[in-house]
């Protein structure tokens, strides 16, 4: 992936919020390159700087985490809670294997890990680059019905313009 500083700092962006992070991402936001994602990725930055911390930590829970406005996972967007889910999380599980990718305290299909994956692997699974643009779709879909002034709204089209030019080149 030609975007992989991009897509860390996306990755991050889509981690839980702590101490030191704010600071951490505007600093990885430097190094990106220039671009519509990277705009969004600006704006978000600029919209969760005006808030304190813990309603920062309130706004990532809120929308990403606990009962979620959205929910962050590549599988869920496209297969819910079905058995074509788990045989992606397999499949997922074994491929973080090979690069040495650790997934956290996160399941392997969480927006975060798959943008991680991505930008550390060379040939990342066909099947996750088939559902990938639908499960984004579904999940901006969903956050921008329920709420459309969200700030998380820019990173997942940060994500989708960082993907867009590496998923058709594939």
């Known amino acids: 992936m030609r975007n992989a500083t991009l897509l860390e700092t996306l990755a991050l962006a889509l981690d839980y919020p702590m101490p030191g ?3 951490e991402l505007w600093r990885r936001w430097i190094a990106c390159p220039r ?13 969760v700087e005006e808030l304190s ?17 959205t929910a962050p996972y590549v ?11 788990g045989e992606l999380l397999a499949a997922l599980v074994r491929a973080f294997r090979e690069i040495n990718l650790d997934p956290g305290t996160e399941l392997p299909d969480h927006l975060a890990n798959v943008l991680r994956y991505l930008a550390r692997c060379e040939n990342p699974l066909p099947e996750l680059l088939e559902i990938l643009p639908k499960a984004l779709q579904e999940m901006h879909k969903t ?10 709204l820019l990173v997942l089209e940060g994500v989708q313009e960082a ?4 998923l058709a080149r594939r």
């Open 163 to 166: 993907l867009q030019g590496d």
């Open 53 to 69: 911390l813990g309603e920062w930590e309130e706004l990532y829970t809120r929308t990403l985490d606990l009962t979620p406005t």
């Open 75 to 85: 599988g869920f967007a496209v297969y819910g809670e079905s058995y074509q889910r």
């Open 35 to 47: 671009g519509p994602a990277k705009q969004k990725l600006e704006r978000f930055l600029r919209q």
């Open 21 to 23: 992070r704010l600071e």
């Open 143 to 152: 956050l921008k019905t329920l709420d459309a002034k969200n700030p998380y």
